[in-house]
Nanobody, 119 residues
Framework: QVQLVESGGGVVQAGESLRLSCVFS????????AGWYRQPPEKQRELVAV????????NYADSVKGRFTISRDNAKNTVYLEMNSLKPEDTAVYYC????????????WGQGTQVTVSS
């Protein structure tokens, strides 16, 4: 089992920055991925950014490329999402996600953190 706890959400104005953190605990397989999804009001959850471990390969949604950066500190069991040049359309609940790969794939979610960007 893996537990994920997000922090760092809040209310900011357009153009400002936020950094989200997700601390994970429990047993992660050597091959895993951690990332961020978001769910805007009345819309479906969507991928924001994901990083594979141990390769470090990343994947970003087109809407955040060049503005958001995902990073990971394995020593702290933490994955970050640095969000710059925020726009009102970035307003959403942001969820941390982890997947472990082995004989079976397991998926874990955090509780979510609200990000609100005002114009």
């Amino acid at each position: 089992q893996v537990q994920l706890v997000e922090s760092g959400g809040g209310v900011v104005q357009a153009g400002e920055s936020l950094r989200l953190s997700c601390v994970f605990s429990g047993t992660m397989s050597a091959q895993n991925a951690a990332g961020w999804y978001r769910q805007p009001p009345e819309k479906q959850r969507e991928l924001v950014a994901v990083m594979a471990n141990p390769s470090g390969n990343t994947n970003y949604a087109d809407s955040v490329k060049g503005r958001f950066t995902i990073s990971r500190d394995n020593a702290k069991n933490t994955v970050y999402l640095e969000m710059n040049s925020l726009k009102p359309e970035d307003t959403a609940v942001y969820y941390c996600n982890a997947q472990t790969f082995g004989l079976a794939t397991s998926t874990y979610w955090g509780q979510g953190t609200q990000v609100t960007v005002s114009s």
